[in-house]
T-cell receptor, first 114, second 117 residues
Framework: GNSVTQMEGPVTLSEEAFLTINCTYT??????LFWYVQYPGEGLQLLLK?????DKGSNKGFEATYRKETTSFHLEKGSVQVSDSAVYFC?????????????FGKGTMLLVSP | EPEVTQTPSHQVTQMGQEVILRCVPI?????FYWYRQILGQKVEFLVS????????KSEIFDDQFSVERPDGSNFTLKIRSTKLEDSAMYFC???????????????FGPGTRLTVL
């Protein structure tokens, strides 16, 4: 079945540092890929998405490119802020599973210090 | 901005007791979902619901679980006889249409933390 693997956290960075959170997936067919973010005490919010190979999703300075050849969807941001501290989840839908099902990674906590 | 709400934020129960977790999806949404996250593990899909029927369910969603939309606003998850391993954060989500090819966004609530003693 579908699966998503993302790097273990926590990731600890200083403000304005460059961020990469790795995400790889296993799925047949053509899944759609997502990054969700969870701020403390809040629900999961969609950060960005990509629905086909080579698509780049972007939002709030974050971006990720759907790489079918490496089955990856790594999240990047050029300059993180303290307010970016949160848990980031990579997810996919489609592929082996129904399109209403999101398959998540374990989440990566990001801690940004001033 | 409309949002999904869930109550309670934290529920503590004894093993073997029934619990009902409540969710109020976004008002014009038609598709509803439950996910759970056991501490330190992945967020896992439980069930999706549309037009008063279950659309999809995972292997986790066994006979101990049921879902219902008892009125026009609430969407509930019932666990009939809780087990220790049901302790988890339960997330409700909704979307306005069927997420064909994953294009439609699922909006998540803040979660209910269920602790089974």
């Amino acid at each position: 079945g579908n699966s998503v693997t993302q790097m273990e956290g926590p990731v600890t960075l200083s403000e304005e540092a460059f961020l990469t959170i790795n995400c790889t997936y296993t799925a047949t067919g053509y899944p759609s890929l997502f990054w969700y973010v969870q701020y403390p005490g809040e629900g999961l919010q969609l950060l960005l998405k990509a629905t086909k190979a080579d698509d780049k999703g972007s939002n709030k300075g974050f971006e990720a490119t759907y790489r079918k050849e490496t089955t990856s969807f790594h999240l990047e941001k050029g300059s993180v802020q303290v307010s970016d501290s949160a848990v980031y989840f990579c997810a996919l839908s489609g592929g082996n599973s129904g399109y209403s099902t999101l398959t998540f990674g374990k989440g990566t906590m990001l801690l940004v210090s001033p | 901005e409309p949002e999904v709400t869930q109550t309670p934020s934290h529920q503590v129960t004894q093993m073997g007791q029934e619990v009902i977790l409540r969710c109020v999806p976004i008002s014009n949404h038609l598709y509803f979902y439950w996910y759970r996250q056991i501490l330190g593990q992945k967020v896992e899909f439980l069930v999706s619901f549309y037009n008063n029927e279950i659309s999809e369910k995972s292997e986790i969603f066994d006979d101990q679980f049921s879902v219902e939309r008892p009125d026009g606003s609430n969407f509930t998850l019932k666990i009939r006889s809780t087990k220790l391993e049901d302790s988890a954060m339960y997330f409700c989500a909704s979307s306005e249409a069927l997420p064909v090819r994953g294009i439609i966004t699922q909006y998540f609530g803040p979660g209910t933390r269920l602790t089974v003693l």
